[in-house]
């Protein structure tokens, strides 16, 4: 059945490392988003596609940066500059207005 | 003043009661507006879009002010699992212009 997939569902980064967060959709859907929810807050824009091989910065894009070689998938790569990654972190797809979330990824540091 | 902004609660009614929600936005030039439900832990999920004329669907209705650039959720006869964070989503006229206010919490007491 169609929907979003996003992997793992808790990662564990430590002190100056990259990790990649994975998100898949298969619901053609062209637009892709990341955000990142911290608790008690709204879901700030980390980037976002809206189409293959072309990406934007979003509001908190630092420390972070992201792919688009093919349409399902927008993997999220959390590098050792962002210096507070603890957050929820979720993907989304869209066909025209309305967005669909995946499961959501929470990274902890250790 | 936040773009999108929220009464975070929370909101304790008993089952059975009637309760509503406001969120008001700051950019006349917003386009689209949602409500998302989002459970403890997990994504949000959209639960309505909001069009001019006001939309129901069940025990729920939205509407939208345009002039007082506000858009309200009500929930008649509520249940113990409406209990969850409710978002407000504005949308302008480009994907990077999806704001999401920080969510009302609503919890349903038997």
């Known amino acids: 059945d169609g929907g979003i997939t996003q992997s793992p569902k808790y990662l564990f980064r430590k002190e100056g490392q990259n990790v990649t967060l994975s998100c898949e959709q298969n619901l053609n859907h062209d637009a892709m988003y990341w955000y990142r929810q911290d608790p008690g807050q709204g879901l700030r824009l980390i980037y976002y596609?809206?189409?293959?091989?072309?990406?934007q910065k979003g509001d908190i894009a630092e420390g972070y940066s992201v792919s688009r070689e093919k349409k399902e998938s927008f993997p999220l790569t959390v590098t050792s500059a962002q210096k507070n990654p603890t957050a929820f972190y979720l993907c989304a797809s869209s066909n025209t207005e309305t967005q669909y979330f995946g499961p959501g990824t929470r990274l902890l540091v250790l | 003043r936040k773009e999108v902004e929220q009464d975070p609660g929370p909101f304790n009614v008993p089952e059975g009661a009637t309760v509503a929600f406001n969120c008001t936005y700051s950019n006349s030039a917003s386009q689209s507006f949602f409500w998302y439900r989002q459970d403890c832990r997990k994504e949000p999920k959209l639960l309505m879009s909001?069009?001019?004329s006001g939309n129901e669907d069940g025990r729920f209705t939205a509407q939208l002010n345009r002039a007082s650039q506000y858009i309200s959720l009500l929930i008649r006869d509520s249940k113990l699992s409406d209990s969850a964070t409710y978002l407000c989503?504005?949308?302008?006229?480009?994907?990077?212009?999806?704001?999401f206010g920080s969510g009302t919490r609503l919890s349903i007491r038997p």
């Open positions: 596609s809206q189409i293959v091989n072309d990406f």
């Open positions: 989503v504005v949308r302008g006229s480009s994907a990077s212009k999806i704001i």
């Open positions: 909001v069009y001019s």
